[in-house]
């Protein structure tokens, strides 16, 4: 069974840095592309990060040099390192992956930046 569980969310002030965790279990971060999701209310969910097995990354166009993603292959996770954020920023937070088979979501996290 796959599962992916994000942590590391919170309210963080404009400007500020958080860092978000996914926790995989039944796939290996190190052989599956990796991505991260974020869907603010009323918009449409957005690709925001991506991972390819080789280390390729992609990025939205609005994170560009402040987010980045990477992986731990001892810990079978996948992080998104989040600087200079804004309010734009708020959202709910997914880790996602996909098999031949079947794409698989995390449950969310909520990140809002505020003062």
């Known amino acids: 069974q796959v599962q992916l569980v994000e942590s590391g969310g919170g309210l963080v002030q404009p400007g500020g840095s958080l860092r978000l965790s996914c926790a995989a279990s039944?796939?290996?971060?190190?052989?599956?592309?990796m991505e991260w999701y974020r869907q603010a209310p009323g918009k449409q969910r957005e690709l925001v990060a991506a991972i390819t097995r080789d280390s390729r990354t992609n990025y939205a166009d609005s994170v560009k040099g402040r987010f980045t993603i990477s992986r731990d292959n001892a810990k079978n996770t996948v992080s998104l390192q989040m600087n200079s954020l804004n309010p734009e920023d708020t959202a709910v937070y997914y880790c996602?992956?996909?098999?031949?088979?079947?794409?698989?979501w995390g449950q969310g996290i909520q990140v809002t930046v505020s003062s």
């Open positions: 039944g796939i290996a971060v190190s052989i599956n592309a």
């Open positions: 996602h992956t996909r098999s031949f088979w079947a794409d698989y």
